[in-house]
Every structure is written in C-alpha cells, then in structure tokens.
C-alpha cells in the first residue's frame, strides 16, 4: 500500500508493485528523489529560475547525493536519516549500474538492506473516514504516525524493508511539503520580494448539492398550469 497525497503519483505506485527488483528499486528511488526535491524546495527563496538551474543539468543539487545533503543542512532530516536515504542511493545505483540479472536477493543489496528499518507487523485499528478525519485534525501528529503504520506493515523481505524506507521518506517530504502550505506561506520570500501565501484549496462538499423545497419541476409544472 503506498500513500496517495496525489492522484496523479497512482500510477507509478502500480508500476513499482509489478515490477521487477531491478525496475522496481530504480523508479521507488526516482520518485523519492522528486518528493525530496519538493521538500528542499519549499525551505528555498521563490526565485523559480535559479531553483530551476540549481536542480537540474549540472546544477549544484541535480543529483540525489547532493540533495541528500542539502536535506541534512536544512534540517529536514536528520543524520539517521541522511544515511538510510544513503542507503537507498547506493541500492538505486546497483540496480542502476549493474550489467548483470539483479534482484533483492543479492547478497549485496541484502548486507544494504539490513542496514533499514525492519517492516512493522502489528495491525492498526481501522476507522471510518469521518472518525478518520476527525483524529486529523484534532491530533495530526498522531494522524500522521497512524499512516506510517498502515503503509509499511508486511514481511521482513530485503525487498519489503526497501519499500517500506522509501515510503517513509516519502510521506515526510510530502508532510513537510503540506506543513509549509499549512503555515501559509510555500516559499520564503526573497529579500526584495513580498512573502506570497500558497492558494488554499476549496473544501470539498462531503454530500452532493440539493435543490431547496419549491423548485425544479414542480415549479415549471405551476408555470405551465398558468
């Protein structure tokens, strides 16, 4: 199960499931690497072109090393997790680079894989969305624990704890995205720049429109009486 913050990410979430190790490992990383780069961008100036330069060519952040890094000095991670996000990119880079059949059953990539945090077994009590929406905003914190649960239960696989690293990340630089929305503002401003508030989303309806008493085809029967 993988968490869905956008609709659009559902279908690379499939693709990675079906996937073959080697594939599989290769595109988890990739869009790893995009919600990282989200996250160091929400902590950035709003200057779009630079941003554009820094994170793409031979720009100082256009590989997964250097935002890893950039991460850590921006405190969006921590040590722990500058070398377990490390530890993907070394994974990433086997799968990558290798001229032969890889698979997570590589003893390589099982002694990387020992080295992440082990899948949760335990079971989390289901709610209803609304009992669901409610712990949201009432403890978001604990939300937000309650999901890290959900999405990385499974076996101790060298594949499993693999995933289960990625979509951590990932719900943290997702999280950390949505924390700086939820602040405000998306981007600091830059020194000569007013600050910019991000757009609020509208509020999506929980029960579908209805027409009030006296109206519709009742009303347009009287019209034609008359």
Known sequence: MWPVFDSSHKAIFLEIEFQSDRAAGILACAYLEDQLADAIKADLADES???RRVF???GPLATFS??????LLLNIIDRKGHKELTTLRKIRNYFAHGTTMVTFKEQRIKDLCDHLPKPHTSRIRRRTVAKDEHLKEKDFKQWTNELFLR??????TPRNRFMRAVKLYAVAFALHVETKRREGIHRRASPDKPAQPHPR?????????RKPPGTGRKRRRRSSQA
């Not at 250097?66 to 991460?71: F, G």
């Not at 989303?201 to 429109?209: D, F, G, L, N, T």
Request: a positive charge; aromatic letters at 8%; proline letters at 11%.
């Open 56 to 58: 793409t060519g031979y």
């Open 49 to 51: 072109q630079v941003i």
């Open 201 to 209: 989303r509208a509020p999506v309806p929980s029960e579908p429109i």
């Open 66 to 71: 250097s935002k890893i890094d950039m991460a």
């Open 151 to 156: 999405w990385t239960r499974g076996k101790d």
